[in-house]
């Protein structure tokens, strides 16, 4: 089992700057393939970003060149920079992770949410 706890979400301006954090424990992080998925109101949770184990990058297109996944092995933490934030970007963002070398649309492990909302 993995349990992944999120942070750093909040309230913030349109072009404004946030950065999520997923910690993961009961696992070894560096075998794990992470990555951040969204859910805003009335819609699918969609795909954010994602890291392989390996460190390929792989994005969403209405967040290509706005945002950036990134990990640390060694403190077991994924992060999402996200920077010119715009009000569709308003959703609770969810961490996910799973043991393969790319991770999938269904990943198996999921935190709990934490909510982003970007004020026009």
């Known amino acids: 089992q993995v349990q992944l706890v999120e942070s750093g979400g909040g309230l913030v301006q349109a072009r404004g700057s946030l950065r999520l954090s997923c910690t993961a424990s009961?696992?070894?992080?560096?075998?794990?393939?992470m990555g951040w998925f969204r859910q805003a109101p009335g819609k699918e949770r969609e795909f954010v970003a994602a890291?392989?184990?390996?460190?390929?990058?792989n994005y969403a297109d209405s967040v290509k060149g706005r945002f950036t996944i990134s990990r640390d092995n060694a403190k077991t933490t994924v992060y999402l920079q996200m920077n010119s934030l715009k009000p569709e970007d308003t959703a609770v963002y969810y961490c996910?992770?799973?043991?393969?070398?790319?991770?999938?649309?269904?990943?198996?492990?999921w935190g709990q949410g934490t909510q982003v909302t970007v004020s026009s």
């Open positions: 996910a992770g799973e043991t393969r070398a790319f991770l999938s649309s269904q990943p198996d492990y």
């Open positions: 009961g696992r070894t992080f560096s075998s794990i393939s």
């Open positions: 890291i392989s184990r390996i460190g390929y990058l």
